[in-house]
């Protein structure tokens, strides 16, 4: 069955639209959807099998998945991370809502989820409240993982309908959100002494 298409408006998400997505996301489904940069693909952190799928989708490591985890705010990083240090704390702080991917240290709650001994864990809390309103509703932060395009030139696909027509027999529901951004976040190693970028993207931290 072909997935479910959406359109939501960043400035005012439909409630009742985001509703409808949050149900598929707890049921176990897969959704595609916009961040504040490149569109993603991802589930309900509680959604084990749909994880599965999509590290497998994406050949990663079923093992160590390269998938991190979108959030509310940073009050709800202490059920999944250890940020020890308070400068750290501070530089997420500073650069969140936004286009950042913060790599930190994890707590025992993430091998839980990945079944296996992961110690640390990309944490994103994006400026784009579609996506921010789902995590809302959901009470859980949902797995992310870029929406790559095999093509050489573009590596992201902005378009959300071409999108539909290449993940439409993959996820359950698309979220036309808009033409998305084609650069991805900005990494930030943040697991040891001093923050290091290890991607730069589109944004710079302050």
Known sequence: M??????????????KQIRQVVDVLEQGGIIIYPTDSVYAIGCSVE??????KIASHKGFDPRRPDMSLIFEDMSQL?????????????LIKRN???????????????????KN???????????????LDLVREL??????????????????TTDP???????RDFADLVIDGGYGNNEPTTV?????GEPVIIRQGIAEPE
């Open 2 to 15: 072909a997935a479910q298409y959406i359109r939501l408006y960043e400035e005012n998400p439909n409630q």
């Open 47 to 52: 959604a084990r099998k749909a994880m599965e």
């Open 78 to 90: 202490s059920q999944y991370t250890t940020i020890r240090d308070n400068n750290i704390f501070k």
């Open 96 to 114: 969140t809502p936004g286009p950042f991917t913060f790599i930190v240290q994890a707590n025992n709650q993430i091998p839980r989820l990945f």
């Open 117 to 131: 001994k992961k110690k640390t864990v990309g944490i994103r809390i994006p400026s784009n409240n579609i996506v």
């Open 139 to 156: 009470g859980y932060p949902i797995i992310t993982s870029s929406v790559h395009d095999p093509d050489e030139i573009i590596e992201y």
């Open 161 to 167: 309908e071409l999108i539909y027509e290449k993940y």
């Open 188 to 192: 930030i190693d943040c697991t040891g």
